[in-house]
């Protein structure tokens, strides 16, 4: 017998998603998202929703195009400082040391210190309450030499991504393999 | 400098969600989906998408409801069946050995062995290309006494949620905590 706990946002796990967008003046920012991720395979889209409050949901209306930088375990202080500060009082990249570059395919800006990073133009906008969810869809995915495997795709144990808890706001490590998809299961076919 | 991998879905970390639904004559159903997530706070809404070929679609268009059970690495295996049988062709939960509970606020059953289940009531669908995404709105949180922390909130080690890794579909186990939120980033103000 389970217990009730209300309505709550209780879902784990949840990425620690970096959104990469350029203010009015052209001042690159960026936002620490945990309410977001991919939405679709074909186009490839990710979402992200963002308050109206939040100086990255004007920068998305105007430019219509976001980064999505992937927070590990070697930039947690960055990734929790861009949580923390806004960037209407300051330039989160020169405060946290972060090496801004400009997106090769869209208007938004994302930091060289994030291992893996998406490209993304905007597609859909969604009113749902205190959040608005923006959906992008991916247009390239950029990674370091440093976090592929032998076939050429990120591998999630050399990225070491963040796995964020919400109930206890706390950003965890991804552990070891406990099992393989579309294997585990077939004993049971 | 970053390689370019192409317009791909490489975002990690991923949930793996067990969508429960009901089929038209009544049979439970569960789905496993990595596309999903929390996309708004009040109200709380919580998004899966689906590609409109699968008996998930259906049975959450006519019922207009389902729930979000978190897999974790006490059920990988059933998880991962879940992901490779259709409900079409096979009772999932008697194939897999899963207890059916009915929902108490929505139209939709869930499977006693996940330890969170959050039900839903569907807000908003939006076709997106090959997936179709679904808003629900989460009408009640449900979790077992077993993983609750000290002060009543679900605790991620205690629930050992899997962790998906789309690039080498791999399910991970979720590691040790590595920083607090709105803690470890006040050394950069």
Redesign the interface.
């Known amino acids: 017998m389970?217990?009730?706990?209300?309505?709550?946002?209780?879902?784990?796990?949840?990425?620690v998603?970096m959104v990469g967008t350029y203010g009015p003046t052209g001042t690159p920012n960026l936002m620490n998202a945990?309410?977001?991720?991919?939405?679709?395979?074909?186009?490839?889209?990710?979402?992200v929703?963002v308050r109206t409050s939040r100086h990255t949901y004007d920068n998305i209306v105007q430019r219509k195009a976001f980064t999505?930088g992937?927070a590990n375990?070697a930039t947690?202080?960055?990734?929790?400082?861009?949580?923390?500060?806004s960037g209407r009082d300051v330039d989160k990249f020169a405060?946290?040391g972060l090496t801004h570059v400009a997106g090769?395919h869209v208007d938004a800006p994302y930091a060289?210190e994030f291992p893996?990073?998406?490209e993304c133009r905007l597609?859909?906008t969604?009113e749902?309450?205190?959040?608005t969810?923006f959906?992008g869809?991916?247009?390239?995915?950029?990674?370091?030499?440093a976090i592929?495997?032998e076939d050429?795709?990120?591998?999630?144990l050399k990225?070491r991504?963040?796995?964020?808890?919400?109930?206890?706001?706390?950003?965890?490590?991804?552990?070891?393999?406990?099992?393989?998809?579309?294997?585990?299961?077939?004993?049971?076919?």
């Open positions: 389970k217990q009730s706990l209300g309505a709550r946002t209780l879902l784990v796990p949840t990425p998603l945990a309410w977001g991720g991919i939405c679709c395979s074909d186009p490839p889209c990710v979402t929703s999505v992937i375990e947690v202080v960055e990734a929790d400082y861009v949580g923390i500060a405060a946290a090769e060289a893996l990073v998406l597609r859909h969604l749902l309450g205190i959040h969810q959906i869809e991916i247009v390239d995915v950029k990674a370091d030499e592929l495997g050429g795709l990120p591998d999630i990225i991504p963040l796995v964020y808890d919400t109930a206890h706001k706390g950003y965890h490590a991804v552990g070891q393999l406990v099992g393989k998809a579309f294997s585990a299961g077939k004993k049971l076919l």
